[in-house]
Structure formats: structure tokens, C-alpha cells
């Protein structure tokens, strides 16, 4: 089974610059979310999406970050304009969210962002 | 809101050794996961438990989950380097679908 696909890996950017990363779920996943992990802490949910709409967009701070899941596949997260704080990795992870698949979520590899 | 704690936050340790992490939360919860990650790696998923009294164990790592007093613990025995990682516990709460990272433990085993 295919993995969550998440690129680019790496991105360097100027503050104030905007930059987006994409990540394509497992086959069948309906559930997608977007979590930020800053260096040295958990990740923390920016947003999760259960097919193409939006389930829980409480902490993406909305003003500079937006997130897209068009046909309920593949997602994008855009931020613009970037600030130093937005310096993390960007995980993407999906889920079928049932007792036969165990509960489990499937994580991506991350895009690792660092604004300068 | 929900509160996930672990401590130690940085553990080190000698191979052969046996210690426990441990994890609390604050509310009522019907899934608690272990995650491994490695430096500059993804989350590698280690055990799911679901319910009071559930214990799993993989290997050197048993980890088990007392909802009543919101409580999981990962033990591990006679620790080896190739432990060596940073591990997370993390919360699904009642009624929700979306996972709460507590902070992580580092974990470095040394010879």
C-alpha cells in the first residue's frame, strides 16, 4: 500500500513570501489532516477535512494560512505571507477512521519549511 | 481543551536498563497512540489502545492504558541503542477524530 505522499521535502523562503505544499493521501482515506510540528514539540492540527469539506479549522491561523482539498483526494496548504514562526515541518496525515483499519492514521515523510 | 502531558521530556539511559514513560491527559478519550520518530523522520506508528486495561506490546516496548485515571505508560526493557528515538503519546477524545500530540520524550540509550 502506498504511502501519504507530501512535496517538496525541503523549502526555503523570505519572510513574506508565500509557499505551498501538497500532499496526496492514501487510496480510499477519506479524513486528511494538516499538522505543524515546530522543532522540539508535538505536531499540533492545523486542519482536517473529511472528504472535501472542512471538519475542524479551529487553530490554522487564518489569516496568513489556507488549505484546500478539491475532489476529496489531494490537498494544498498555502501561507502567505510567511513569517519567522512559520518555520517547522508540515505533516500531512489521512485515515479511514474505522474498527477494521485498526484506527490508525498514516503519516506522510513532512515538508520541512524555513523562512529566513 | 484537551491536555496531553508526558514526562520525562529527555530520558537517558544505559543499555540493559528498564524505565517508564509516562503519559496523562484531561479528558475522557477512546483512542491513545504511541509514536516513534526519528530525527528528520516522519511519526512511525507503535500501538493503538483502545480501551481500559488494554496493553500491547512489540518487542522491548509494552505500553498500556488506564482510562480511569487518564493514564498510559510505555515501558521498555533492557533498553538498546537502536531505541534511541524521540516518542510521542497522542489522544483522540470522546467523540472527536482528531489526534493531541502531548510534547514527546526524547529518548537516548548509550552503551
Known amino acids: 500500500e502506498a504511502g501519504v505522499a507530501q512535496s517538496p521535502r525541503y523549502k526555503i523562503i523570505e519572510k513574506r513570501q508565500s509557499v505551498a505544499f501538497w500532499c496526496n493521501p492514501i487510496?480510499?482515506?477519506?479524513?486528511l489532516y494538516w499538522y505543524q510540528q515546530i522543532l522540539g514539540q508535538g505536531p499540533k492540527l492545523l486542519i482536517q477535512?473529511?472528504?472535501?469539506?472542512?471538519?475542524?479549522d479551529s487553530q490554522l491561523p487564518k489569516d496568513r494560512f489556507s488549505a484546500e482539498r478539491l475532489k476529496g483526494v489531494d490537498s494544498t496548504l498555502k501561507i502567505q505571507p510567511a513569517k519567522l514562526e512559520d518555520s517547522a515541518v508540515y505533516l500531512c496525515?489521512?485515515?479511514?477512521?474505522?474498527?477494521?483499519?485498526?484506527?490508525?492514521?498514516?503519516f506522510g515523510s513532512g515538508t520541512r519549511l524555513t523562512v529566513v | 481543551e484537551l491536555k496531553v502531558e508526558q514526562n520525562p521530556l529527555f530520558l537517558s539511559m544505559q543499555e540493559g536498563k528498564n524505565y517508564t514513560i509516562y503519559c496523562n491527559y484531561s479528558?475522557?478519550?477512546?483512542?491513545l497512540y504511541w509514536y516513534r520518530q526519528d530525527p528528520g523522520k516522519s511519526l512511525e506508528s507503535l500501538f493503538v489502545?483502545?480501551?481500559?486495561?488494554a496493553v500491547k506490546q512489540e518487542g522491548r516496548l509494552m505500553a498500556s492504558l488506564d482510562t480511569k485515571a487518564r493514564l498510559s505508560t510505555l515501558h521498555i526493557t533492557a533498553a538498546v541503542h537502536d531505541l534511541s528515538a524521540t516518542y510521542f503519546c497522542?489522544?483522540?477524545?470522546?467523540?472527536?477524530?482528531?489526534?493531541?500530540f502531548g510534547k514527546g520524550t526524547m529518548l537516548l540509550v548509550s552503551p
Open positions: 496525515a489521512s485515515s479511514l477512521g474505522s474498527y477494521l483499519s485498526g484506527y490508525g492514521y498514516t
Open positions: 487510496s480510499g482515506h477519506a479524513t
Open positions: 477535512f473529511q472528504n472535501n469539506g472542512v471538519v475542524d
Open positions: 479528558t475522557t478519550s477512546d483512542r
Open positions: 489502545l483502545l480501551s481500559n486495561g
Open positions: 497522542a489522544v483522540v477524545p470522546s467523540g472527536y477524530s482528531t489526534l493531541t
